[in-house]
């Protein structure tokens, strides 16, 4: 007869006052990982929100700058017209105060 050799593996069990520090500590980190996520979130959304707003008050303001008539007699390669430079100016002037 063959002899079997059971040996028990000894196994640690945590105590309940660590499981319960690891069960709050992951806890903590979750919550705290949720909320600086959703506080990402919305301070992005917020930023992107007010560029939205800053290019439309431009444009707006540029669109007041210039009359549509005079910018559809405008064509391609008329760059250095005084049309062009007429129009252009302007906008010219709006860009350096906006940057």
Do not use: C, W
Not at 27 to 51: H, P, R, T
């Amino acid at each position: 007869m063959s002899q079997i050799n059971h040996t028990k593996i000894k196994v640690r069990k945590l105590s309940i006052y660590h499981k319960m520090m690891l069960f709050f500590l992951f806890v903590s980190i979750f919550s705290s990982a949720f909320v600086g996520g959703i506080s990402f979130y919305s301070a992005y959304n917020s930023q992107l929100a007010q560029i939205r707003q800053n290019l439309m008050n431009v444009a707006f303001s540029a669109s007041l700058l210039i009359h549509g008539d005079d910018h559809t007699t405008l064509k391609v390669g008329q760059e250095d017209s005084e049309a062009y430079q007429k129009l252009n100016n302007p906008l010219s002037e709006l860009m350096k105060k906006t940057n």
